[in-house]
């Protein structure tokens, strides 16, 4: 064993939680050793969720674009299907994920004072740790700690989950060829997004989810459009479901549910179990510490740090939400903290999200149904993009402008939208939620033509 290193922050967690903490203590002066313990950094973002599943949609809405090219004056070698070479969509994002991984690491690089470490860490008491490496074990001392080591897939309790070919979404990923037929177990954001990108493919697809609708917290109004979408574009979607079972052997599988009381089945060549997922606690050495958790995450206080001084935790290993942007803001806000700088940590009233079905639904804020149990005098007006020019121009009418402000002043506390495109225009939504605009302030801004974004302008007209 080498002898014992000391730093001023050991952050274990080399993903979005983890490196811009990371990179902002080392930039302050700060030594700083980063700890990440799969292949490279960026974390479940980038190798097993939100970048992945984003390419493969970006495959999956060009070959949607070919199909739909008579409807823009265009003809395609006679209208023959688009044949998708599934490896070559494989490599493309391998390249993509190894460039990302790569650029972050640079940046560290830039940094005499901040040291990678590709091992796995293990909190031995409350100042130190344990690094196993492929051929050494490094120990290291802290005075501050950051535990940011992400979360991993939901396992399901369901008979037959452990069969070969049943998969969960990290595995979906890695999956080496397009389905002809796929059950998921999950309409959450992860189902959806999966559904829509095979279905495009050309994967029959069915999406079961206990709940009584698919994407539970989202805005009521558009996850019953997406619902209606999602169906016309033939994906069967069952809820109030339960899971009974599931038989096979790899390439063919039964599932067995229950819904309404009544006994039904679905065949398919994939199974995949998405019901989110859930922190990733094991082998952190949690034990040898004050620091409490149970299945939601680790407990923290207002300023993230856990019920152990000195150790903080941000991103999913905290729970709900689990998004990058959010971990990366926690990250930051952190940062600021330990070093004694003015912090406003970010809160969940605020935060902004895409979920990337077909078309989009991007999220800021709350919804109606939030802001009401919330104790708010709420009201809504809505733009629909059936009338809109952008939407028309690109051929995806289909959607909703939401926007949820207070009756009394005409503050804004929630913007929700489900249009082709509505990733892009989230920011202006969690601009005006965040600093609280008016109605009338959000009027007054000069949209320009034709864009999706001056759909806020005219919906905030019609209350003004």
Not at 224 to 245: D, F, K, M, P, W
Not at 299 to 307: A, G, N, S
Not at 369 to 389: C, Q
């Amino acid at each position: 064993m080498s002898n014992e290193e000391s730093v001023d922050v050991l952050v274990i967690g080399g993903g979005p939680g983890g490196t811009p903490a990371g990179l902002a203590l080392a930039q302050a002066g700060k030594r700083v050793m980063l700890v990440e313990a799969g292949r490279g950094l960026g974390g479940t973002c980038l190798f097993e969720g939100c970048i992945p599943s984003k390419i493969f949609r970006e495959t999956a809405a060009r070959r949607r674009a070919v199909g739909r090219a008579d409807e823009f004056g265009l003809r395609v070698n006679d209208g023959e299907a688009v044949e998708v070479d599934w490896s070559a969509v494989q490599a493309r994002r391998h390249q993509i994920l190894n460039q990302r991984a790569q650029g972050a690491l640079a940046k560290t690089k830039a940094l005499p004072n901040l040291q990678v470490v590709f091992g796995r860490a293990r909190l031995t008491d409350a100042r130190s740790a344990m690094i196993e490496l492929p051929d050494a074990v490094r120990s290291v001392r802290f005075s501050r700690a950051i535990l940011a080591t992400g979360s991993v897939p939901n396992r399901l309790p369901i008979p037959g989950a452990e069969l070969p070919g049943v998969l969960d979404s990290e595995q979906l990923i890695e999956i080496g060829f397009v389905p002809e037929s796929l059950v998921l177990i999950g309409g959450g954001p992860i189902g959806v997004e999966m559904a829509e990108i095979f279905a495009m493919l050309g994967t029959r697809v069915t999406i079961l989810e206990a709940g009584t609708r698919i994407l539970g917290p989202v805005d009521a109004v558009l996850a019953e459009l997406l619902t209606g979408e999602l169906r016309a574009n033939g994906i069967r979607v069952q809820t109030g479901v339960s899971v009974e079972g599931i038989e096979g052997d790899e390439d063919t599988h039964q599932v067995r549910y229950s819904q309404s009381g009544q006994a039904q089945e679905i065949g398919a060549q994939v199974v995949a179990i998405v019901a989110g997922r859930h922190p990733q606690v094991a082998g952190l050495g949690l034990e040898n510490t004050a620091v409490r958790y149970d299945r939601h995450g680790l407990k923290v206080d207002d300023t993230l740090q856990t019920d152990e001084p000195g150790i903080y935790a941000t991103g999913d290993l905290v729970g709900h939400p689990m998004f990058a942007h959010w971990a990366t803001a926690q990250a930051l806000a952190v940062a600021q903290h330990i070093l004694g700088a003015p912090v406003t940590y970010p809160a969940p009233e605020y935060n902004s999200a895409v979920i990337f079905s077909f078309p989009e639904l991007g999220m800021a804020g709350l919804t109606e149904e939030a802001a009401r149990a919330a104790g708010y005098d709420v009201a809504v007006t809505e733009y629909d993009y059936r009338m809109d020019a952008r939407a028309q121009i690109s051929g995806e009418p289909l959607g909703r402008l939401r926007i949820v402000y207070l009756r009394d002043d005409q503050r804004i506390v929630g913007v929700h939208a489900l249009v082709e495109g509505a990733a892009d225009i989230m920011g202006e939504a969690a601009l005006a939620v965040r600093n609280g605009l008016t109605l009338a302030q959000l009027a007054s801004s000069i949209h320009p033509h034709p864009t999706l974004t001056e759909a806020f302008g005219l919906a905030a007209h019609i209350k003004k």
